[in-house]
Each structure stands twice: as structure tokens, then as C-alpha cells.
């Protein structure tokens, strides 16, 4: 039974496998990359690969989107005047895994300890429910744990460095601030108004230092991941309906009717003279 | 759309093929080629793509004004309905004014004058608590018919009406009616066809598109 089981799935997989190949060899979908600069005070230059890809690039600045096959990229950060990928290196180099028809941000930050790193966030495309919107936060800040309020409110709880969490709501624009993890003041960050809109991604960033004071916001919005409502339920009793036959019958009524009567006189005779033979 | 999937191409390319397009930056012997290069020209960097940059700030972020429609007149139907913004049921779908003779607008819908996307107002063709309404007549709709939706902050946009359609809920286009890309439109949409007694819905949806008229009109 069990063998049998497995021997079913194992078919299974097989079968799914080979369903899958060919649909996604044939429908390789580029990756979309962004970057974002968020280590402050230092303009950076991006090499992909070996080549310069985003020159004299500044902090609190959102390049892209790249699109591009997926495949796995070398990427390293470096000084502006730097002459090459190896030369007066900065981050990296790192290497940044692109799936099929992925969107990502790669972003250039601080780690807790305030040492210059990379991560690469895989951004959430699915479509949002009717009605809804959504809001990523990511921590990418040289500061400790923190949460996020929504006015005085605790909507995302001891966040870290490099983490990022993902809300659905309803449309809205909440007055975002960050404190330090399990305390309700002083704000870090903020307030500052955050928009939430239908069918959209509103992705915001906490970077730079709490440590040198430079912590800010950067934002990325990524559109078109709404759902329309289910249906237009617009009508209740099946008045307008019966209205609009009784109308109809009201011309071709009186035809109707007549024809009907006259069936019916048909048949009775018919019956009539069937009942007289037997 | 091809503009960008050809910059993601050329992009490729050159990432891809470095060499090929140009843009190595690898420190082996022909680097110091590319260097004696450099020196005879000025410039000793390579052309890097053109790739578009914003400010991340959060002031950077502009969320349009919406403007709700509060007011829809259809002349030559005789409709001239309040409206008010709605959004969704408990099973998902548009929730609409208890009262056929009141219209909603779908609040997350593109507001009046948006730059994109259909402006969706829709209204009971029948209910329990004032009978038939207006949006009964959207069946008449013919193309050529002028519509004039009033905003909330006193401003009015005419449309022109460009198609009738009365399709069985099933299929009703709903990604369509409410798309919130592309050219702006005006969705109308009601129901219609034949009524089921026993679920208390009709089986269609009538709906109605139209385009906004070219602003040279909209002086008064």
C-alpha cells in the first residue's frame, strides 16, 4: 500500500516535472532588480558582473528596475572613483540569485554594527485581495530591534536588521513611526504619513545609524497587483424583470392568448370526437 | 512595455557580455590596453546604461488627489442619481447603496479626472427597499450617449458612450470593468437578464462604457 502510494507520487512528480519543464523553458520571464542605496554620506558606484552598471550612485536614491534573465550576478559596490569592480571595494562582491520572473531590491545598507553590507529582498508581487493594499517594512538600519506604530499602535514588533515584514490592509495613510522594540517612545523615525494604496506594494525602508544620527526613510511602491471585486450583485427582488416581461406581454399578449385559446378549443374537440368512436 | 523589455535586452547584453559590449573592467592585460586607450582619450570610463533613478524619499511619494464622483446624469435616460462611495461586501464583491435609486462609486476605483484606469459606478437595478431604480434603463444605453459625472470638490466630467454590454455574471469582465491602467473610462454597471427567485440575483450584468470627452469641452 504504502509502495504504492509512493510509486503514485513519485508518477506524480514525474508527470508534474515534465508539465513544468517545458512551460518554463519556454516562458523564461526576466527578473526585475532594483537598487537601493541606503548607506549614508558615501556616493557608491554599482559594477554587475564586472561592468559598471550604476555610476556615481547617492544614498536615499532607488535605481531601476533592471530587467534582467534570470541567472546568478555578481555584484560589488565600491568608491566612486574607483577604477574597477575589485578596486576600492566598499560591499562585496556579493552574489544575487535571480529567479524566473522574480522582482527583487538589492540594497546596499548597514548591518546592527554599522559595517557596510548587501541584501538582496525578494519584493511580493502576488495580487493583493479586493480592496486591499499592502505595506513591507524592512529593517536596514544600524539600530536595534525596533517596532512600528501605526499612530500610537504597535503594528509590527521587535523587527531586526536585515528582516522585513509584510501587511496587508485596507487602503489608507497611516502615521508610521519606529521605536526601539517594546517601547513606546521616542520615536526613532517619524511620524511621518505612509500611503497604503489599493493594489499596490508600499515598500519602506528604516536605514542609516542611529548611532551617527543619520537614520532615515526610503520608499518603493510597486503598482499593478490589484483585484477586482468579486462581482456586481446590482439587483434584489426581480421587480425590473418582471416588469420588463409583463411590458413584453402587455404587446404580444392579447396574440398569445388567443392562440392558446384556440389550442385549447382544438383539443377539446379532438378529445370529443375520439370519446364519440369508442 | 517594449521600450523597456529592449533596455532589459540591451542591459543584458552588455552584463551578459561584457567583453562584447565594451564594458569589461577586469584588471588582466587588457586592461593596460584599454589604459593606453585612456590615456589618448579623455574619457576613461565606459558608457553605463542608462538606468532610471528616483529619490526614495518619503516626500518624494505623490498620492494623487481623488476626486469622488458625488453626482451622475444621463440626459437622454432620464437618470440623475446621488452616489456615494462604496466599497465591498462580506463575499467580496462591489457593496452598493440599500437603495436602487442611489448609485456607488467603488472607492478604490480611479476617481474622477485620474489620469488611468475605469471610474466604476454602479447601482441595484431593483431592491427591497425602494423598488425599481434608475440604472434599470442603462439597457437603453446607446452609443454616441452623453454622460456627465460630478465631482465632490464642484467639478464635472462629460463621457461619451462607447459600448452596451449585457454579459452573464460568470463571464461578466469584472479585471475589465475595473481596471485601473489604460485609457480612463466610466464603467456603469448594473444588473439585468433573467432573475433567479430562488438565489435572488439576476444571471447578467449590464454594463456600460464610456470615455471621457476630450478636455477642449470642459472650458465651462
Known amino acids: 500500500m504504502k509502495t504504492r502510494i509512493m510509486a503514485g507520487s513519485v508518477a506524480g512528480a514525474f508527470l508534474l516535472a515534465a508539465l513544468a519543464i517545458p512551460v518554463s523553458a519556454s516562458a523564461a520571464t526576466n527578473a526585475q532588480l532594483s537598487v537601493l542605496h541606503g548607506v549614508p554620506g558615501v556616493t557608491v558606484d554599482v559594477w554587475v558582473n564586472g561592468a559598471l552598471t550604476l555610476n556615481d550612485f547617492k544614498p536615499g536614491t532607488l535605481a531601476g528596475p533592471l530587467s534582467l534573465p534570470p541567472a546568478t550576478y555578481s ?42 553590507t548587501a541584501t538582496l529582498f525578494t519584493n511580493d508581487i502576488s495580487k493583493t485581495t479586493p480592496g486591499q493594499g499592502r505595506l ?43 521605536v526601539a522594540a517594546g517601547t513606546p517612545t521616542p520615536a526613532l523615525i517619524g511620524p511621518a504619513d505612509v500611503p497604503v494604496v489599493e493594489g499596490q506594494n508600499t515598500i519602506v525602508y528604516a536605514y542609516g545609524s542611529l548611532a551617527d544620527k543619520s537614520l532615515a526613510v526610503a520608499v518603493q511602491t510597486i503598482t499593478g497587483l490589484h483585484t477586482p471585486p468579486a462581482g456586481v450583485p446590482g439587483g434584489q427582488t426581480g421587480a425590473a424583470a418582471r416588469a420588463e416581461s409583463a411590458q413584453t406581454l402587455s404587446t404580444i399578449g392579447f396574440g398569445a392568448f388567443g392562440l392558446l385559446l384556440a389550442a385549447a378549443a382544438v383539443l377539446v374537440v379532438a378529445r370529443r370526437k375520439a370519446g364519440s368512436r369508442a | 512595455m517594449t521600450g523597456r523589455a529592449g533596455l532589459g535586452a540591451a542591459l543584458a547584453l552588455c552584463l551578459v557580455l561584457p567583453v562584447l559590449a565594451g564594458c569589461s573592467a577586469s584588471p588582466a592585460p587588457p586592461a593596460s590596453t584599454a589604459r593606453s586607450t585612456a590615456s589618448a582619450t579623455p574619457a576613461p570610463r565606459v558608457t553605463v546604461p542608462d538606468i532610471p533613478r528616483v529619490d526614495a524619499s518619503l516626500g518624494s511619494l505623490t498620492v494623487a488627489a481623488v476626486v469622488a464622483p458625488v453626482r451622475i446624469r444621463f ?74 459625472v460630478y465631482g465632490a470638490d464642484g467639478s464635472a466630467v462629460d463621457y461619451t458612450v462607447r459600448e452596451l454590454r449585457q454579459v452573464g455574471k460568470i463571464d461578466a469582465p469584472m479585471a475589465d470593468v475595473f481596471e485601473t ?37 470642459a472650458g465651462n
Not at chain 2, 456607488?104 to 474622477?112: D, I, N, T
Request: glycine share 10%; net charge negative; proline share 7%.
Open chain 1, 75 to 116: 555584484v560589488a559596490i565600491t568608491a566612486s572613483d574607483a577604477t574597477s569592480a575589485t578596486d576600492k571595494v566598499v560591499i562585496g562582491p556579493v552574489d544575487l540569485s535571480l529567479a524566473d520572473g522574480g522582482n527583487y531590491t538589492a540594497v546596499a545598507h548597514l548591518d546592527p554594527a554599522g559595517k557596510p
Open chain 1, 136 to 178: 513591507t517594512v524592512r529593517h536596514v538600519a544600524a539600530a536595534p530591534p525596533v517596532d512600528v506604530l501605526a499612530g500610537t499602535s504597535p503594528v509590527i514588533k521587535g523587527l531586526t536588521n536585515p528582516k522585513e515584514q509584510i501587511l496587508n490592509l485596507a487602503p489608507a495613510t497611516i502615521s508610521a513611526s519606529v
Open chain 2, 75 to 148: 440626459d437622454r435616460l432620464g437618470i440623475d442619481m446621488r452616489v456615494t462611495a462604496e466599497g465591498l461586501d462580506a463575499k467580496g464583491a462591489m457593496a452598493l447603496p440599500a437603495n436602487a435609486a442611489e448609485a456607488g462609486w467603488y472607492r478604490y476605483s480611479p476617481g474622477l479626472a485620474a489620469p488611468e484606469g475605469a471610474t466604476v459606478i454602479a447601482a441595484h437595478i431593483d431592491s427591497r427597499h425602494d423598488g425599481i431604480g434608475p440604472f434599470s434603463k442603462l439597457k437603453n444605453a446607446t452609443a454616441g450617449d452623453t454622460i456627465t
Open chain 2, 181 to 217: 491602467t489604460g485609457a480612463p473610462k466610466l464603467s456603469l454597471v448594473t444588473c439585468g437578464g433573467v432573475f433567479n427567485s430562488k438565489t435572488g440575483h439576476y444571471l447578467d450584468n449590464v454594463i456600460v462604457t464610456a470615455t471621457p470627452v476630450a478636455a477642449a469641452t
